[in-house]
């Protein structure tokens, strides 16, 4: 099977979460972003600016980012950074993803009281 040239579909609420996590660290412009997440996960989530500027802005919407232009050469940036909300929000989401992220791993290990292999069968 040829390897996925996109994305696995159950991956919704986890751009919003890497963007959180990746503005909490630094004040990112939209481009910029969009890079720092394949960079940040080795190549292997790429989410395009069709996908980030939506976020971005209901982001900045719901009060959990702030813009602000910035110059770049003849041209403007906008700038996001995460305000205390945001990063409320970041805190909230990691916690409910190690959560998950243990449960399915649990669950893709056999889960509790397996039997071994006869249970997948």
């Known amino acids: 099977m040829p390897p996925r040239t996109s994305n696995p579909p159950f991956l919704n609420g986890v751009p919003e979460l ?11 412009y939209g481009y910029e972003l969009v890079q720092a997440i394949k960079l940040a996960t080795g190549n292997h989530l790429e989410f395009g600016e069709g996908c980030v500027y939506p976020i971005l ?10 813009a602000r232009e910035q110059a770049a050469g003849a ?10 909300r945001g990063r ?9 993803w190690e959560r998950v992220s243990e449960a399915i791993n649990r669950a893709l290990q056999g889960g509790e009281g397996d039997h071994g292999s006869a ?3």
């Open 75 to 84: 041209r403007t940036r906008i700038v996001y950074e995460t305000t205390a």
């Open 18 to 28: 890497l963007i959180l996590r990746l503005l909490s660290q630094r004040p990112m």
């Open 119 to 121: 249970a997948l069968a």
């Open 88 to 96: 409320a929000r970041l805190a909230e989401s990691i916690s409910t």
């Open 57 to 66: 802005h209901r982001l900045e919407a719901d009060k959990l980012l702030k």
